[in-house]
């Protein structure tokens, strides 16, 4: 079966492109033109992937996110966006995006990114088999995609439970930005690596008791970042 990719873009040329390319390369494409149409269409053409534009009528990209992921829906989102600034960007995947991408891009780009995301959520079952894992006061549930610190649940997006979930995989090891683009994002090309700053930004406001001087997830210089060694505390187990 074809996987299905809703494409949500009010300039009728860059969804014509984007349908074309998708269409080329495999997938079950549908187009709407505003933020409010979503919402109309998902009862019968159910998404395995949704490219968002930001900026959209009715209802903007941001408040899609939003919305969707306040009802509990998890598809894997790619954010389009014509606007430069960085703090766009944050804002999209702050409310629940996966990935963004700036306007003019590589449609071919856009395809393999959507092809990144689907290897990626066909991977999830293997990693629900993971027992939970410990590291100081946190507690991560792979089964249940739960986390939490100090026995306290932490409300995090799809993307910060992948990366912590990885990063606790991997303790004490220095990991470049690039390897978590591939281990977390499944990037296979030369991705941007803000992303991941970004996501290691939010990841830590949620799980550290002063983001600004994280105990957990430490900053290597001109590198990347690492899950510094800490000692496994038996009461995290009992949250």
Same mark, same amino acid.
């Given at each position: 079966?074809?996987?299905?990719?809703?494409?949500?873009? !009010? +300039?009728?040329?860059?969804?014509?492109?984007?349908? *074309?390319?998708? @269409?080329?390369?495999?997938?079950?494409?549908?187009?709407?033109? !505003?933020?409010?149409?979503?919402?109309?269409?998902?009862?019968? *053409?159910?998404?395995?992937?949704?490219?968002?534009?930001?900026?959209?009528?009715?209802?903007?990209?941001?408040?899609?996110?939003?919305?969707?992921?306040? +009802?509990?829906?998890? /598809?894997?989102?790619?954010?389009?966006?014509?606007?430069?600034?960085?703090?766009?960007?944050?804002?999209?995947?702050?409310?629940?995006?996966?990935?963004?991408?700036? @306007?003019?891009?590589?449609?071919?780009?856009?395809?393999?990114?959507?092809?990144?995301?689907?290897? $990626?959520?066909?991977?999830?079952?293997?990693?629900?088999?993971?027992?939970?894992?410990?590291?100081?006061?946190?507690?991560?549930?792979?089964?249940?995609?739960?986390?939490?610190?100090? &026995?306290? $649940?932490?409300?995090?997006?799809?993307?910060?439970?992948?990366?912590?979930?990885?990063?606790?995989?991997?303790?004490?090891?220095?990991?470049? $930005?690039?390897?978590?683009?591939?281990?977390?994002? !499944?990037?296979? *090309?030369?991705?941007?690596?803000?992303? /991941?700053?970004?996501?290691?930004?939010?990841?830590?406001?949620?799980?550290?008791?002063?983001?600004?001087?994280? +105990?957990?997830?430490?900053?290597?210089?001109?590198?990347?970042?690492?899950?510094? +060694?800490?000692?496994?505390?038996?009461?995290?187990?009992? &949250?």
């Amino acid at each position: 079966m074809k996987k299905r990719v809703l494409v949500v873009d !009010d +300039e009728p040329s860059i969804s014509m492109l984007i349908d *074309f390319n998708l @269409k080329l390369a495999g997938y079950d494409v549908h187009c709407v033109y !505003d933020g409010e149409a979503v919402f109309q269409v998902l009862p019968t *053409f159910r998404p395995d992937v949704i490219v968002l534009d930001l900026m959209l009528p009715k209802m903007d990209g941001i408040q899609v996110c939003r919305r969707l992921r306040s +009802e509990g829906n998890l /598809v894997p989102i790619v954010m389009l966006t014509a606007l430069q600034d960085l703090s766009d960007k944050i804002a999209g995947l702050d409310n629940g995006a996966d990935d963004y991408m700036t @306007k003019p891009f590589s449609p071919q780009e856009l395809v393999s990114r959507i092809q990144a995301i689907l290897r $990626r959520t066909a991977a999830l079952p293997a990693l629900q088999t993971d027992e939970p894992m410990v590291h100081g006061s946190i507690l991560v549930k792979p089964e249940q995609r739960e986390a939490m610190v100090d &026995g306290e $649940r932490v409300d995090l997006t799809p993307k910060e439970f992948d990366l912590l979930l990885y990063m606790m995989k991997h303790p004490g090891k220095v990991l470049s $930005r690039q390897q978590l683009l591939h281990g977390v994002w !499944d990037y296979h *090309f030369l991705g941007d690596t803000r992303i /991941v700053d970004v996501h290691i930004s939010h990841l830590r406001d949620k799980i550290e008791r002063n983001p600004r001087s994280p +105990e957990y997830i430490v900053t290597i210089r001109n590198v990347g970042y690492k899950l510094s +060694e800490a000692p496994a505390k038996d009461t995290a187990l009992n &949250g």
